[in-house]
């Protein structure tokens, strides 16, 4: 009876709620979303929400508001995204994208594509990197590809192939960048930035730039900064600068800034970065924060965080910044099976509140008011 029953006859646990009290009610942001990762094959992925005109914190509330929905999010949250009146949750080992009302919670449907990574939004579309194969490592296997989705109807309209194991993106001037990571091919790692042409959607041109990419972000020069994993041996992590230089209509590397970098978020001119850089011989990880500017790509500080609550951090796994206070804010894995931590700093470093959050904290979206 267990095996045949229906969602409606299982425990839907219900939302907890943490006061936080820090609203924020003359701002343009109604709140943000945060989505746990969850550990792989646990089917663990959950959602978190924070409001600013309430200062309520909502863990896990994706099941209390689609009560029927089986299996709830799925398995490993990898992105999260606003475009419209929808929310955007990618689920990388459900091999879907979740979409929700961007203020309700409530579900519209889902986007069936394989071994989805990130997504991006451009003139009416939303566009998803995908491995394509599946979730193996695999010395043979296939390239990725980025597919284009209609948000209105949530139909998949096109679909370009890319690098291997392709992972973060970013839209400048009607081209497409896409840092491919060859991952799954392990020690033969991609090395390049895809160039997709928006119009006729069609790679033009593959960059090189380093090993095991992961990371794409543009500032606000419209320059991208792309991080290198490395090979975890003889080979660190990198942070690699991209531009157009005058008389090129494409961008080129410019830059190898010697530092690790795991994630970055922008506030203004400067970038806000940490790495968390595993070692295979030595069996550990490094940890470090910074900030760069990004007119000068000079790095300025060596942490962000001023007041040594870094030490309370055991694995920094995400980042974000309000876009309007400079509030940063870090998510902490902890063991990767347990409850995480969310910290918020003020833009001066020093901690302003701290809360659990599900398995694997890792991607945040700000929610702008109706």
Known sequence: MVATSCREDELVVPTEYDIIGDEKLDGSLRG??????????????????????????????????????IKELGDVGNDIGIYGSKLYVVVNCSHKVEVLDAHSGIRHGQIDIPNCRYIRFHRGKAYVSSYVGPVLIDPNAPKGAVYEVDTLSLAVTR????????????????????????????????????????????????????????????????????????????????????????????????????????NMAFFGDYMYYYATEWNNYSATNTITYGIIDVRTKEKISDNFITDGTEKDITIPYGIAIHPETGDIFVTDAKNYVSSGTLYCFRPDGKKKWSVRTGDIPAHITFLKNE
Not at 191 to 208: L, R, W
Not at 221 to 246: E, I
Request: net charge positive.
């Open 159 to 262: 679909k370009v192939s890319v690098g291997y194991q392709p992972e973060e993106m970013e839209i400048v001037d009607d081209y497409m960048y896409v840092a491919n990571s060859g991952g799954y091919r392990a020690p033969n790692y991609d090395n390049t930035v895809s160039v997709i042409q928006m119009v006729d959607f069609k790679q033009v041109q593959q960059i090189p730039v380093g090993i095991n990419l992961h990371r794409l972000k543009k500032d606000r020069y419209n320059k991208l900064w792309v991080t290198s994993r490395g090979d975890y041996q003889s080979r660190p992590s990198r942070l690699y600068v991209m531009q157009k230089k005058p008389g090129f209509n494409q961008m080129v590397v410019t830059d190898t800034i010697p530092v690790a970098c795991s």
């Open 32 to 69: 943000f979303y945060l989505v746990n990762e969850g550990n792989m094959g646990s089917n663990k992925c959950t959602l978190d929400y924070y409001d600013y005109h309430t200062g309520l914190y909502s863990r896990n509330f994706y099941a209390e508001r689609n009560p029927n929905v």
